[in-house]
């Protein structure tokens, strides 16, 4: 159940990212298992959708960051229709965020950097992974990472090019609070040339 805490025009801030900055610093300070959780939905060019529960890793006023593998079915997705829209589902506090915006892939540089941060199991799953693609059995992506292990044995673990980050730069929020008798509070940003406006949705 939610707190039903009432989210009037006077408790929200005029920006949207720092209204997300304060509900986000709530979760993770909530001690919740997994708090970078999110949905993130995307689509062919044709309009065939698709969604799947990523990690957020870094947010600021340039859009929010996720990585994974080139080859990805996501990734394949964002690179023919830049369109994406993610949800942050939070049931403890009775709170949703969704985002909607345009993704551009991130540079070389930050995406070693990142990359480099990485544990160094994980970095050798990136090389042992074809992400998406059809294996034959368990057994064969287990001896991608032994042989992967092996070839790195002793060296630093490179960033293999197949893998990296995008970024969303969103063009719309959506702020949802629960309230009780389904009296949801919703409020949505729309971005109208360099500024915000925000507007209050029924529920």
């Given at each position: 159940?939610?707190?039903?805490?009432?989210?009037?025009?006077?408790?929200?801030?005029?920006?949207?990212?720092?209204?997300?900055?304060?509900?986000?610093?709530?979760?993770l300070g909530s001690g919740?298992?997994?708090p970078d959780a999110f949905s993130l939905a995307t689509a062919t060019p044709s309009g065939?959708?698709?969604?799947?529960?990523?990690?957020?890793?870094e947010y600021d006023r340039k859009g929010f960051v996720f990585y994974?593998?080139?080859?990805?079915?996501?990734?394949?997705?964002l690179l023919s229709n830049h369109r994406g829209a993610m949800l942050f589902y939070w049931p403890?506090?009775?709170r949703q965020v969704r985002i909607e915006g345009v993704t551009i892939k991130l540079s070389e540089e930050e995406s070693d950097d990142y990359f480099n941060t990485r544990p160094r199991e994980?970095?050798?799953?990136?090389?042992a992974s074809d992400q998406s693609s059809v294996i034959p059995g368990r057994h064969y992506i287990e001896k991608q990472y032994d042989s992967f292990?092996?070839?790195?044995?002793?060296?630093?673990?490179?960033?293999?090019?197949?893998w990296g980050g995008f970024r969303l730069i969103p063009t719309w929020f959506e702020f949802w609070q629960e309230?009780?008798?389904?009296?949801?509070?919703?409020l949505i940003y729309t971005k109208k040339e360099n500024r915000w406006i925000v507007q209050r949705l029924a529920p």
């Amino acid at each position: 159940m939610g707190d039903y805490r009432n989210l009037s025009e006077n408790d929200i801030d005029a920006d949207p990212f720092i209204q997300f900055e304060k509900w986000y610093r709530e979760r993770l300070g909530s001690g919740i298992m997994v708090p970078d959780a999110f949905s993130l939905a995307t689509a062919t060019p044709s309009g065939r959708v698709s969604v799947r529960t990523v990690l957020l890793k870094e947010y600021d006023r340039k859009g929010f960051v996720f990585y994974t593998n080139y080859n990805s079915r996501k990734a394949t997705h964002l690179l023919s229709n830049h369109r994406g829209a993610m949800l942050f589902y939070w049931p403890e506090s009775g709170r949703q965020v969704r985002i909607e915006g345009v993704t551009i892939k991130l540079s070389e540089e930050e995406s070693d950097d990142y990359f480099n941060t990485r544990p160094r199991e994980s970095q050798i799953s990136s090389w042992a992974s074809d992400q998406s693609s059809v294996i034959p059995g368990r057994h064969y992506i287990e001896k991608q990472y032994d042989s992967f292990r092996s070839i790195f044995e002793g060296k630093s673990v490179p960033r293999p090019e197949h893998w990296g980050g995008f970024r969303l730069i969103p063009t719309w929020f959506e702020f949802w609070q629960e309230r009780e008798f389904r009296m949801h509070d919703r409020l949505i940003y729309t971005k109208k040339e360099n500024r915000w406006i925000v507007q209050r949705l029924a529920p």
